[in-house]
């Protein structure tokens, strides 16, 4: 687990300073042995009155938790998947799986002829007499470039459960879409929290999935599909930042105000593809659509134009 305060430049209001948190996948349940500061002990206790039942979210759980009613509970969901979460989520790719082109490169081919750049004298020895000039030419090839994909965690107490869902379900079906057609992804998950101030950020950095790695669909849907476990293991985290919490516990905002601090700070990679916050069935699929249509422009944009 990575903690790291970094500051970039400075604004009207003084050094921007955000508190990075970089962590894999499997160590989210280490967020809840993170010690708050004095500070914030007193937030901290209130936050585990909730996972309790205690709390004041108790009439509102099917609102915050996707009416998961226990911490045990939550745990459970997030060792063993949301398996009704992820066949959500996979919905969202039908009728786009079809769409998507095969990633293709340009590659040098070696190329032997009667002419070309280089005399082999091995091959007119053998008695290849038409055929003893090496030469190299550009050729489009099938390739499995690597997609690295960001996509905001989390939201405002005014998001219910429902609503929650649909930014992580939006990058889980473009994951499974551009698998689907060769391409290798890379999936890390951004909770970004400005605090309503204009100088100090939070920015939890989740790699969910590594390039390469297979995808275990209902894994990654409890992980950023559900509610519970950014109201839970993100929540605890909030309250062991270096920052004084107010009883809100700040301020979820766009990814993307965070994005340029998690790079430096050498966290994450740069994403190619940025997901939108969204709310909404609609807004997903409207979200991998754009993610889809940028990826081919891209790809289109990087072959030479005689191979077009």
């Known amino acids: 687990m990575q903690n790291i305060m970094h500051k970039r430049g400075e604004s009207d209001h003084g050094d921007k300073v955000t508190w990075v948190l970089g962590l894999d996948v499997h160590e989210i349940p280490e967020l809840l042995e993170l010690k708050p500061p004095a500070k914030n002990a007193q937030l901290r206790k209130e936050v585990e009155q909730n996972w309790s039942g205690a709390g004041n979210w108790g009439m509102r759980k099917s609102f915050y938790l996707g009416r998961l009613k226990s911490l045990d509970s939550i745990k459970k969901l997030h060792l063993k998947g949301w398996k009704r979460g992820s066949e959500k989520a996979m919905e969202l790719a039908d ?10 490169g340009i590659r040098r081919r070696i190329h032997w002829g009667d002419d070309g ?22 050729a489009v090839a099938p390739a499995t470039p690597i997609i690295n994909i960001a996509v905001g965690w989390g939201g405002n107490a005014n998001l219910s459960h429902e609503q929650l869902f649909w930014s ?9 879409i551009l698998e689907n057609a060769g391409y290798q992804t890379s999936l890390t998950a951004v909770c970004a929290n ?6 100090e950020h939070i920015a939890i950095c989740c790699r969910v999935k590594q390039a390469g790695e297979y995808l275990r669909s209902d894994a990654v849907a409890s992980v950023i599909c559900h509610a519970a476990t950014f109201r839970t293991f993100l929540f605890a985290a909030y309250a062991s930042a270096p920052f004084q919490q107010d009883p809100g516990l700040g301020h979820n905002c766009r990814v993307d105000r965070v994005i340029p601090a998690c790079i430096d700070s050498g966290v ?3 994403p190619q593809v940025l997901m939108p916050d969204t709310y909404d069935r609609y807004s997903a699929k409207n979200a991998i659509e ?18 077009r």
């Open 117 to 138: 750049d280089e005399f082999d004298r091995e091959r007119l020895n053998d008695g290849h007499f038409d055929s003893c000039w090496r030469s190299s030419r550009r």
């Open 290 to 307: 754009n993610a889809l249509n940028d990826l081919a422009a891209a790809n289109l944009a990087a072959l030479p134009e005689a191979v």
């Open 95 to 104: 009728g786009l799986m079809e769409n998507v082109a095969q990633p293709v």
């Open 168 to 176: 992580g379900a939006a990058a889980l079906a473009l994951i499974r």
């Open 194 to 199: 400005d605090r309503r101030s204009e100088t």
């Open 268 to 270: 994450i990679e740069a």
